[in-house]
Each structure stands twice: as structure tokens, then as C-alpha cells.
């Protein structure tokens, strides 16, 4: 059976002013499959995921989803499509209390228009306690969370969405070892259930436990992808390294790279 894919994206280009953030990145994700977008600081991960989330709007190229093209997108159109975004920055309102921010843009109503609280609370308290985030009431505002907490939060937002690709840009950064374990088990948790993500991170060895391919970002373009089962972490590794010096693949993984670059044709 062919493999579906749930979002493309096609010769995406971003420009901010003189800087090119990204250079014609081809990019897409399968059904139930969970991708490691991994590269250098500036390599443009965050831009890619932020013009599929509709933050950013590209310069060129477009976006499928779920065989519907798009030339951009915004955040509430990408939540409809049922994609969910947690930031690298934090995206959280510091003075709501931590159910509003589980619901934020999603709020429950009933049909005259009122917010069902109650039902958001039990909701927003469920997915929580399914991260084992039960220490502190739902109704504390959210400043006054640790750092780890707050990535909780968040996730729990994309768990109620019930979203079928969850973006996840950095989500390791600020964690602690146990946090990062439940970060990890959550991606787990997103694969069983038959859900896609995009898991970003410059910490291999935080992704490679959860993905099922990698894609190579270098200075705005892809460079390599894999298939996880390919490589161990020391291979992809010195793949990075080697990228990072010389912007190419080692030839010895050369064979391995699933990214076949549409190179000018050979004298013809
Ligand atoms: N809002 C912005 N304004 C100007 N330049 C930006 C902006 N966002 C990103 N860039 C630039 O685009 C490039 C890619 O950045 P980014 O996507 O954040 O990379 P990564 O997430 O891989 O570290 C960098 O050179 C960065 O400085
Ligand atoms: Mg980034």
C-alpha cells in the first residue's frame, strides 16, 4: 500500500530582508510518522515549521495538507487542519490559569455562546495528569510554573486537540533529565495513537529514540534525510559534523540518504 503523506511542502523560500532563511526546501511528513528535523542553529528549522504552522508566510513555493494545496496558512487555519505548533518560544499567557492556556484559541462554548469552564477544567485537568503535571491546581496562572511545567502545558494543549500532527521545535531545551523523558514518552504516545510529528531538535540524542526518519537542514536547505533504522546516533553524528564543516555528506552514508537533490542534469 503506498504511503500517504499528511502535509508537503514544495520549493519553500523565505527571505527576511537580505537574509535567505530558506532556499527551495522540498519537505513532508507521512501518516504516523514521526520526523527529527535536525541541522545547525540558523539552519531555517524553526521558519520551515512556523510557514506550515502560519505564523510565517512563505516567499515561494506551497504547502499540501492532506492532498489540499495551500499558498499559506494561518494558525487558525492550520488548528482546523489539525496541526499544533509548541514553540521554541513559549507561547503561553502568563496571567491566564493553566486550564485557559490548555484551551487558549480553542475555548469550549456552549450554544449561547458561554464558556463551558467546568468541562474545559475536567478536560484540561485529564490531559495533565496523563503527563503526570497534577502537582499544581488547574487554576494557577500560568507565571508562576517552572520551565518544564510550562512545556507541560503545552503539550497538553496539542494532547486535547487531539491533533494529527504535532510540530514540536526545541521542546527539550529547558528540561530537566525526567522532563525530557516525558517529553519523549509523549511523542511515543503520539505514534501509538496513529498521529504524525515534526520533532526539532539540535540534541540528537533526544530525537533519535523517537523518530522514524531524519531530515538534514543546512543553511536553508535540505541537505541528507534517513531512515533512523539506518544509522546508530555516532553515524548520524558524524553526519552532522561533517555537514556542518563541509556542508556535505560523508560518502561512505552517501548510499543511505533518501534526499536526491535535482541536480543539473548532466551534460545533456
Ligand atoms: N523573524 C526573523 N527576522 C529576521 N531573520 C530571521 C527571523 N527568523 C529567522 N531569521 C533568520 O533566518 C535564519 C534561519 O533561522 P531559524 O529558522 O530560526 O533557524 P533554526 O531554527 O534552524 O535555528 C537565521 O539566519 C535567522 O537569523
Ligand atoms: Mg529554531
Known amino acids: 500500500m503506498p504511503e500517504k503523506n499528511i502535509v508537503e511542502m514544495h520549493n519553500i523560500v523565505k527571505k527576511f530582508g ?52 495551500y499558498k499559506r496558512l494561518t494558525p487558525k487555519k492550520a488548528y482546523e487542519l489539525g496541526i499544533v505548533l509548541i514553540h521554541q518560544e513559549r ?40 503527563l503526570e503535571l497534577t502537582k499544581m491546581p488547574v487554576d494557577t496562572p500560568v507565571k508562576y510554573l517552572s520551565g518544564g511545567y510550562k512545556q507541560g502545558v503545552q503539550i497538553s494543549r496539542a494532547f486535547t486537540f487531539e491533533a494529527d500532527l504535532v510540530i514540536l521545535d526545541e ?28 520533532f526539532i531538535s539540535h540534541n540528537i540524542y533526544h530525537v533519535y529514540p523517537v523518530v522514524d526518519r531524519f531530515v538534514i537542514l543546512n543553511r536553508g536547505e535540505v541537505v541528507a534525510e534517513f531512515y533512523k533504522k539506518d544509522l546508530t546516533p555516532e553515524d548520524l553524528s558524524e553526519i552532522m559534523i561533517s555537514i556542518a564543516r563541509t556542508g556535505k555528506v560523508p560518502k561512505e552514508y552517501e548510499e543511505l540518504n533518501l534526499y536526491k537533490k535535482a541536480s543539473p542534469q548532466s551534460a545533456s
Open 18 to 69: 537580505a537574509v535567505v532563511a530558506l532556499k527551495g526546501v522540498d519537505f513532508y511528513v507521512r501518516e504516523n510518522e514521526i520526523v527529527g528535523l535536525v541541522g545547525d542553529n540558523g539552519a531555517g528549522k524553526s521558519t520551515l515549521v512556523k510557514i506550515l504552522f502560519g505564523i510565517h508566510a512563505s516567499d515561494e513555493g506551497e504547502i499540501i495538507i492532506k492532498g489540499k494545496k
Open 171 to 198: 521542546p527539550t531545551v529547558a528540561l530537566s533529565l525526567a522532563e525530557v523523558q516525558k517529553v519523549l514518552d509523549y511523542v511515543r504516545e503520539l505514534k501509538r495513537k496513529g498521529k504524525s510529528a515534526i
Open 91 to 130: 507561547t503561553l499567557c502568563e496571567n491566564h490559569p493553566i486550564w485557559r492556556n490548555v484551551f487558549m484559541g480553542r475555548e469550549l462554548t456552549n450554544r449561547f455562546g458561554f464558556l463551558k469552564i467546568k468541562e474545559m477544567k475536567e478536560l484540561a485537568y485529564k490531559s495533565l495528569a496523563a
